[in-house]
């Protein structure tokens, strides 16, 4: 594969950056190397939301202007009871996000804590002309949200907005597919802790169980979790935090916060995507060998990938159309520069369409287009030779293999 290994042994501390990093610098000393950076108010300062959202004198938020621009027709939103556990994640359900604001100041007014966590909310593709931030230039070189903002059949993304008051948090986990995400705090502090990758044998018992919450865990059904490595950080109002591929972590809130939150990926981490790809899978043939014997060899194949895209939101299929997606992009840059790219963005955006389109990196956001392209073209090639993954995409619509 087409990354040398990464080392996180050495690593001491997270960096703080209170002047944004070049694109070239953030590349080379984080995306690569796939490390963390919390990131100062500057790359921040000039959003909407910043200004909007907080009030001046107090730093909580502003109850009254969020519920006079986001309110004027009632939008359902995603919540979770961060005092109900559901396997692995919070007991979630959708309330009207006026009430949830209402019930979320009262609590606040009151110096209550709060159970209920707005999250997951698709900000963009609910308020498409909002316009709330801009996604920082060493932000943009996305290929989960160029490849899912254009998809015909899934007009989705993964732009997020999150919402809680005092002791919501977030459980222990690691983002999907293993991905990337950026979180920029609009109010408020986040109290990470984040665990470097490759020790998820020291937070999972015999029977594959992860750790749920880092601040209560069973000694006895996790003995090894306390040999764990793990950064604490607080996340102050205004900056932002880079989290890298597969890094475990847990988030707490303290005080009242708001916060802007992407998931990415891009050349820098397609390998431990695959990676990511390839050890779900095992896991769903794993858990449904005794039915292997029933079926014919592409009825297993194509069991396996339903269920795979049912349990971790992707299949053989996903992959390889996001890559061949960003391939055909990358060469029509390599032959016309930039140009076609704010072109095919704005008209694009002048369609009528519900999610906004994320507009592809200018040549100056990503890395050298060569690079990206033997990377892309690596994990096609991978897929080309895996005779499974080969055959289910022959049988897949809309797809060509050669
Ligand atoms: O802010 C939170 O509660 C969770 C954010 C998170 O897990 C992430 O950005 O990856
Ligand atoms: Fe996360």
């Known amino acids: 594969m087409l990354h040398a290994p990464r080392d996180y042994s050495r690593l001491r501390q997270i960096d703080y950056l209170e002047t944004p990093p070049s694109y070239a610098a953030f590349l080379e000393h984080y995306l690569e190397p796939n490390l963390p950076a919390l990131i100062g108010p500057a790359l921040t300062e000039s959003w909407p939301a910043r200004q909007q959202w907080v009030c001046p004198d107090t730093g909580k938020p502003s109850f009254a202007t969020l519920r006079e621009h986001l309110c004027h027709t009632p939008v359902q939103v995603p919540v979770a009871d961060c005092q109900t556990r559901d396997y692995t994640d ?61 998809r015909e059949d899934m007009d989705d993304d993964y732009r997020f907005v999150y919402c809680g008051g005092d002791g919501t948090f977030t459980p222990f986990h690691a983002d999907v597919y293993r991905s990337y995400s950026w979180s920029a705090n609009i109010c408020g502090i986040k109290k990470w802790t984040l665990f470097p990758p490759d020790q998820e044998h020291l937070f999972q018992d015999n029977l594959h169980n992860t ?95 339903k269920v795979l895209l049912s349990n971790s939101g992707w299949d053989w299929s996903t992959l390889w159309n996001m890559c061949s997606v960003v391939r ?67 049988h897949s619509k809309g797809i060509s293999v050669e």
């Open 90 to 150: 919070q007991k979630r359900s959708v309330m009207d996000l006026k009430e949830f604001l209402d019930e979320w100041e009262a609590r606040s007014s009151a110096d209550q804590p709060s159970r209920t966590y707005l999250k997951d909310f698709h900000f963009v593709k609910t308020f498409p002309d909002y316009n709330a931030y801009q996604t920082p230039e060493i932000f943009c070189d996305d290929w989960m949200n160029e490849f899912w903002t254009r």
């Open 211 to 305: 750790v749920y919450d880092i601040n209560n865990v069973d000694r006895a059904q996790f003995p090894n979790f306390e040999k764990s490595r793990s950064f604490t950080l607080y996340q102050n109002p205004g900056q932002t935090l880079f989290v890298p591929s597969g890094w475990w972590h847990q988030v707490e809130n303290i005080g009242d916060t708001i916060s802007i939150n992407h998931n990415w990926c891009n050349g820098s981490n397609l390998d431990l995507l695959l990676d990511s790809l390839v050890s779900d899978l095992k896991e769903v043939e794993r858990e449904l060998a005794h039915l292997k014997d029933m079926m014919d060899e592409h009825e297993w194949i194509e069991t396996c990938q």
């Open 328 to 394: 055909e992009r990358v060469k029509r840059q390599m032959e016309q520069g930039d140009h076609h790219i704010r072109t095919d963005a704005s008209t694009e955006n002048q369609k009528p369409k519900e999610t906004p389109i994320f507009p592809p990196p200018m040549i100056s956001q990503q890395p050298p287009l060569e690079l990206t392209l033997r990377r892309v073209d690596a994990v096609l090639n991978f897929i080309r030779q895996d005779p499974s993954a080969a055959w289910f995409l022959a």
